[in-house]
């Protein structure tokens, strides 16, 4: 699901946009697995009785119990979370009912740090914290695929658009 062009401004270029990195996914894939064919072996070897039917609906609704507490929904935030860079700033979406948002123009950035552990480095994500001149201090981007590639690539949309405001200034 793409961050929906129409909020950007309209001469407004979007550069990326990323979802947390795929290593998301994988504990909410294995639980899948697992409740699916533990829930499945359950229900096929209920002992014959008068009560099969409860035992095999109790099976079943603790299974999708789990499946959408442990599975649907790491997906649903995954899919709904965007790390948006454009020409002119960096936006933070995040939330599936309730919406939270953070906008930082890219002429406020003092700052932009990344970081990874040696288990990130090898899947090839990491955390990029923006540091930006505000109330607010920090943005913090957690799992950012490529995280190095995207922390230069800002670095260099950053000292374009102080390149571009010192021109204005001075013209």
């Known amino acids: 699901m793409a961050y929906p062009t129409k909020l ?3 001469d407004e270029k979007l550069i990326h946009d990323l979802h947390p990195h795929w290593k998301a996914l994988i504990s909410p894939v294995v639980v899948l697995v697992l409740v699916v064919g533990v829930g499945s072996f359950a229900a096929a070897y209920m002992p014959d009785g008068s009560h099969q039917g409860l035992g095999r609906l109790a ?6 119990l789990l499946l ?3 599975s649907l929904r790491p997906f649903l935030r995954w899919v709904t979370t965007h790390f948006v860079i454009t020409d002119r700033r960096v936006l933070v979406r995040t939330g599936v009912l309730a919406r939270t948002g953070r906008d930082v123009p890219l002429s406020r950035i003092n700052d932009i740090t990344f970081s990874h552990t040696f288990l990130e480095r090898l899947l090839g994500c990491g955390t ?6 505000g109330e607010r201090g920090q943005v913090t981007l957690s799992e950012v695929p490529h995280v190095e590639r995207v922390q ?4 260099d949309l950053v000292e374009n658009t102080d390149e571009r405001l010192r021109g204005i200034k001075e013209g």
Request: net charge negative.
């Open 152 to 155: 230069r690539e800002l670095y």
């Open 8 to 10: 950007l401004a309209a």
């Open 128 to 133: 990029l914290v923006v540091e930006s001149a």
């Open 68 to 70: 959408g507490f442990y």
């Open 59 to 64: 099976v079943l609704i603790v299974g999708l």
